[in-house]
């Protein structure tokens, strides 16, 4: 048996609802390994950098290519035939109310976040929610596409 007899017997064919559901958990965990090692650092930087008083530019183009990434997942939806995809494109859907939130509600949400970061127990549950989704979408690229 040839290296690549067993390369085309364990291929795994991806289109784009896994590196969908791929790249949505590596963010995830990413980020929680680094909110958790960098402690208060995390905490400064969110507050200080990315979520400064006055609503930083870059809030502006994430949101435009946030919005973007929702059209073109739903319009994936109905170009492939690819089962359940409906369920990730509701998932990501969802990220259009944290985008009216930093579009609309800034103050408000830098609140939220400053007040997540700075109670513990918050920091934990978000933490734990986010790594939980982060592994129920990698189970979702395996399984469901």
Known sequence: MTD???RRNIKMNFNYFNYLCFGWAFVGIV????MVGL???WNKWEMKSAY???KPLWIYIISALGLALVIFTWYQ?????VRYSWIIALLISLTLVKISALLFKYNEFRKF???TLNNPKKKM???ISVFIMSIILIVMG???Y
Do not use: C, N, P, Y
């Open 4 to 6: 690549s007899h067993i």
């Open 31 to 34: 980020t929680r390994i680094l």
């Open 39 to 41: 402690g208060d650092r």
């Open 52 to 54: 400064k008083e006055k």
């Open 77 to 81: 939806v109905f170009k492939l035939d």
């Open 113 to 115: 976040a400053s007040e």
């Open 125 to 127: 549950k978000l933490t």
């Open 142 to 144: 395996i399984v469901l």
